[in-house]
């Protein structure tokens, strides 16, 4: 009897020890599965919070996730946000329109992807903000995903985009005319001298009004070298040295100084000028540009103090960047007008003016790759910053056309997850890329069909795709293509030397949108050399 009660215990207590190791093996997977997803989770929060414009997603009226820089266009915290409706941070005015917009898109009918609204901040303020709409799937269910930007932000970047157009066409004009004109004012000089030294000339108001052409001409001339300038003329290489900016910059303050005095005596008005000269950088150019660059705007910044006050000349090194700040107490620049300060030929002094100071000012400086910008209050004065990059002992001789095939590269993203596809498109989008999306690897091939990429990025952590069976795929269908995979950081570690070949980019979960983007640029930009 005791022995057949010890088998049953015996038994029994394998039976339970085999159902603990099941259970262990269950735990274990779950635990796993919940680092998967945290990590997973950890992913999208990077992504969500590293882009720089608001991000919302809502399903059913409802905001189901944000990120920061949505919470801190409207002051609001995340909980605060998350599953209220959308209307809630319209401004009253506009909720009726903006809930039928809504509905339309729920409907499937036509409503605007792109428009502008009035929101509420938190604290009542209401700001005017782009919105831009696109349909997507959240769990299996529709979702839209609306991106927000302060409309100041597009305004400045459309006022950019005009200046640089109107600036192209003047550029034009102005080369034209250079060399138009150039040659007929330099042969007009000529003759003009030679007729002087005519010995038989008897006629003295000839020669008098021969001699009143020979400054103008000059006068002309300086004006076509001006002009020349604004075109966007590249430097001869005789024109070009290393020299030391601060050692320059010294010395056109010198002669601005002296200018001060006689215009101080002019005008009886004191003005107090310093300088903070931080660095000797050393930077590669035309000296004599320069050196008249600074006077201008000094020149500039005292005609706009004409009841005196104070003059600030500074430098520093900054990433790469000799920048020059001139500052002044003035009268500032009417916020009017001032997206239009650099434009040549634009004067604010009527017809004593011809309109070419800050204009040429910012020619040179673009003729030495750099950056002029004008930062101005009315009443409250004006800073010229000035950015000049640093001489570098590497010379990039294929930059130019690296960069332009960076801009046109064709990228197919091969991603399951709605939202990282949404995401990265998007991010990789506003860099210049030209991004088309597939949601797997069928979808990828059939589109690899119809068009060439130069960059194929596939998830293969994604439940439909196997990532390195669909990369050896598609290395064999296009050559000359770069690859990248990204992958959960166990899988990166258990890859095998064939796999590790395969992709010209291995990218680690969770991601970071920024390296992402940067690591991108990288394998396209060698790509773009090896040509």
Not at 62 to 89: P, Q, S
Not at 252 to 272: C, D, T, V, W, Y
Not at 351 to 370: F, P, Q, T
Not at 403 to 431: H, N, P, T, Y
């Amino acid at each position: 009897m005791k022995s057949k009660e010890h088998e049953y215990h015996k038994r029994r207590l394998e039976k339970l020890k085999a159902e603990n190791a099941v259970l262990r093996k269950k735990l274990a997977a779950s635990q796993k599965g919940k680092k998967d997803l945290e990590k997973s989770l950890k992913s999208k929060e990077g992504l969500f919070n590293a882009l720089h414009d608001g991000i919302v997603a809502v399903q059913q009226r409802k905001i189901v996730e944000v990120n920061k820089m949505a919470l801190d266009l409207l002051g609001y915290t995340a909980e605060e946000v998350l599953g209220r409706d959308f209307l809630h941070f319209v401004h009253p005015s506009l909720k009726r329109y903006a809930r039928e917009l809504h509905e339309k898109r729920v409907a499937g009918k036509h409503a605007p992807e792109e428009y502008e609204i009035d929101l509420i901040k938190k604290d009542g303020e209401p700001i005017r903000c782009d919105i831009s709409v696109k349909k997507t799937q959240m769990n299996g269910r529709m979702a839209f995903l609306a991106r927000m930007t302060r409309l100041e932000v597009r305004k400045r970047k459309e006022r950019a985009l005009i200046h640089s157009r109107k600036t192209e066409a003047l550029s034009t004009m102005a080369s034209g005319l250079a060399k138009k004109l150039g040659a007929s004012l330099s042969r007009i000089a000529d003759c003009s001298a030679d007729a002087q030294k005519v010995n038989d000339l008897k006629n003295q108001d000839l020669l008098d009004r021969l001699r009143e052409i020979e400054p103008e001409a000059d006068h002309l001339m300086s004006a076509m070298s001006e002009l020349a300038k604004i075109s966007g003329g590249k430097h001869a290489a005789s024109e070009v040295a290393l020299f030391d900016l601060k050692k320059a910059v010294q010395e056109a303050a010198e002669a601005a100084i002296q200018r001060l005095g006689i215009e101080a005596k002019k005008r009886s008005a004191e003005i107090h000028f310093k300088t903070y000269l931080r660095s000797g950088s050393t930077i590669e150019g035309d000296r004599k540009e320069i050196q008249d660059m600074i006077v201008h705007v000094i020149q500039n910044a005292v005609e706009a103090m004409p009841k005196g006050g104070n003059l600030y000349l500074s430098m520093e090194e900054n990433a790469g960047f000799a920048v020059i700040y001139v500052q002044d107490s003035g009268v500032g620049i009417p916020e009017e007008i001032q997206d239009r300060m650099l434009d040549p030929f634009f004067t604010t002094k009527g017809k004593d003016g011809v309109g070419l100071g800050l204009s040429l000012c910012a020619a040179i400086v673009k003729r030495h790759r750099g950056s002029l910008e004008i930062t101005s209050k009315e009443n409250h004065g004006t800073i010229i910053t000035i950015r000049l990059p640093l001489a570098s002992k590497e010379k990039k001789v294929k930059g130019k056309r690296v960069r332009s095939k960076i801009k046109d590269a064709q990228i197919l993203l091969i991603e399951e997850d709605d939202m990282v596809r949404e995401i990265l498109s998007q991010v990789l989008g506003s860099k210049g890329y030209r991004v088309l999306t597939a949601i797997s690897g069928a979808d990828g091939l059939s589109q690899m069909k119809r068009k060439t990429f130069d960059m194929v990025i596939i998830d293969g952590a994604t439940s439909s795709i196997n990532g390195h069976a669909l990369a050896r795929k598609i290395k064999t269908t296009q050559k000359g293509l770069s690859l990248a995979l990204i992958l959960e950081q166990e899988a990166i570690k258990n890859m095998d030397g064939a796999q590790k070949r395969v992709a010209d980019l291995i990218i680690g979960k969770p991601l970071d949108v920024n390296q992402v983007v940067n690591q991108v640029s990288q394998v396209l930009a060698d790509s773009a050399h090896m040509l």
